[in-house]
């Protein structure tokens, strides 16, 4: 039981595993994963939570996801909700999205959706879609038997895309495809690992997640330190769901973390900034932020923001980035969009600027020295979050328009505005105002540029001086007017 690492926890006897996936010889170097050591195959029986005890209802479920459950069980096949959608329904929250699990294989899945195709590598998976909405059933997975094809199943969820080159089906079932109970063991954490059954509606749990759920407690399922070695973007994902659910890491889960950070470094980028959306612009990016610094994993996703954090902390500490994310936060509770170009912008603005200072010490003019702040930035950022170009060049774009926004003379002010980067460019100079870095006067300016009539747009052009706020010319301009064509007071 204890080799589980939730035997102790209490629910009944223990089942046998099927023993033969594991007489494999890529055991001996191997532990199976760390669900389950050699030579301990019990796990322990569900407890069932019958529909009059649990508070999920079939209101609450998506009409498609609905569908796609009933067509799985009138096929006489397994047919479940998991993950993330049973969690927030028992927490009374509504779902992002609905995840379907069953025993029929991808292909027979295919065959009973007209609107069906399949998806990934060795671990297909059936997307059923409905207009713009998609269901993902997936087909109960095995625990991998090594660690290496447990993270290369992970980095090809996180990549994998429209697959155009699938794998013969059968050479992987076998060792891909396991039972129910082994699909819940290979989950992440107890939270995670409920499902829903649309046979009889009842709530089942194999590891322990409706207790879990009930003291706001994140756990993860096995041994804490193998489960992130096996795949460290769980670190992640357990600050991530701390965050979001309010939950409490529990001990164990939360021990080994500081320490094995540093394996992030290994998870490839594209993975990791998928992984960054979902930790950033989720709507409670404030609260992840300060959990990934307090268990240093921050570092790992912008390394050279937390250096410039370090810098600052004895005298002022950079505040633009939580702000940033509080902004965020508040957009994404209003339903208004946010995008991964600000973000990084945010992110990442203090190493450039600071970067842009030193070339300026070194007689580089401002222009330049930020073209080549923003590539020696992007350059090392890359190294460990990738940043696809079509984010990369407006968060550029949103940088290199902070100098322009104070050059509005002539023409400046009309073309900056007509810029498709204009309202993201001004957004963030409000930030950078709210930290005290650029001039209120200057943000009320483009605020009321924004608001009057093209008349009055360019009397405030005109009011300005060439460079500068504006403030002193418009004193001079008063005072030289009398000699022209002022109204006298005679
Ligand atoms: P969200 O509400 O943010 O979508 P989620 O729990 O649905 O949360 P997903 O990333 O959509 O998270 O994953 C769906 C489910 O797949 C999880 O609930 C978990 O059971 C399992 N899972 C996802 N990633 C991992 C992982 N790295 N290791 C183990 N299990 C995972
Ligand atoms: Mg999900």
């Not at 992002?96 to 195709?117: C, G, M, S, Y």
Request: with cysteine; hydrophobic share 40%; charged share 30%.
């Amino acid at each position: 039981m204890g080799a589980l690492g939730i035997g102790a926890r209490g629910t009944e006897s223990g089942v046998i595993i099927r023993a033969a996936r594991q007489s494999t010889n890529r055991l001996q170097g191997f532990p199976p994963l760390a669900l389950l050591r050699t030579g301990e195959k019990t796990i322990n029986n569900p407890v069932i939570i019958p529909r009059d005890q649990h508070i999920i209802t079939r209101a609450q479920i998506s009409e498609n996801a609905l569908k796609v459950l009933n067509r799985l069980k009138d096929a006489g096949c397994a047919s479940l909700l998991v993950g993330g959608c049973v969690r927030d329904l028992m927490l009374g929250r509504e779902p992002k999205d609905f995840d379907v699990v069953t025993d029929a294989r991808p292909e027979q899945i295919r065959k009973l959706f007209h609107n069906a195709r399949v998806i990934g590598r060795r671990f297909r998976l059936v997307h059923v879609r409905f207009g713009r909405d998609i269901i993902e059933v997936a087909t109960f997975r095995a625990i991998p038997r090594d660690i290496s094809e447990e993270a290369l199943s992970m980095e090809e969820e996180a990549v994998t895309g429209e697959d155009e080159h699938n794998t013969p089906a059968d050479v992987f079932d076998h060792n891909v495809f396991g039972s129910q109970e082994e699909d819940a063991l290979r989950r992440d954490f107890t939270v995670n690992a409920l499902y829903y059954d649309i046979h009889d509606f009842s709530v089942i749990d194999y590891v322990g997640g409706v207790p879990d759920l009930k003291g706001g407690i994140l756990r993860v399922i096995g041994d804490p330190e193998a489960r992130y070695r096996e795949d460290p973007v769980r670190m992640l994902r357990a600050v991530r769901f701390a965050a979001k659910l309010g939950f409490k890491l529990e001990d164990k889960t939360a021990a080994p973390i500081r320490q094995l950070a540093p394996l992030l470094a290994s998870v490839s980028p594209a993975r990791m900034f998928e992984e960054v959306l979902k930790l950033f612009h989720g709507g409670y990016a404030l609260e992840t932020y300060e959990l990934l610094r307090h268990y240093g994993l921050f570092q790992y996703l912008f390394p050279l923001t937390e250096k410039s954090l370090e810098h600052e902390e004895g005298g002022f500490p950079v505040t633009l980035v939580p702000r940033a994310l509080a902004n965020t936060d508040a957009r994404v509770n209003d339903n208004k969009p946010v995008t991964p170009a600000f973000l990084f912008a945010a992110m990442l603005w203090e190493p450039v600027r600071e970067q842009m200072g030193e070339y300026i010490l070194r007689g580089m003019n401002g222009h330049d020295a930020m073209f080549r702040a923003a590539d020696y930035v992007l350059r090392e950022q890359l190294r460990h979050v990738t940043i696809p170009k079509r984010f990369s060049v407006p968060m550029r774009e949103i940088w290199s328009m902070q100098g322009r926004l104070d050059r509005r003379a002539g023409q400046q002010a009309f073309r900056l505005f007509e810029h498709k980067r204009f309202r993201a460019a001004y957004d963030f100079l409000l930030l950078r105002v709210e930290i005290g870095e650029a001039d209120q006067a200057l943000a009320d300016w483009w605020t009321r540029f924004q608001t009057v009539g093209e008349n009055d747009r360019r009397a405030m052009v005109t009011d300005i001086a060439p460079s500068g706020t504006g403030g002193k010319r418009r004193r001079r301009r008063r005072r030289r007017s009398p000699s022209g064509q002022a109204p006298s007071h005679g």
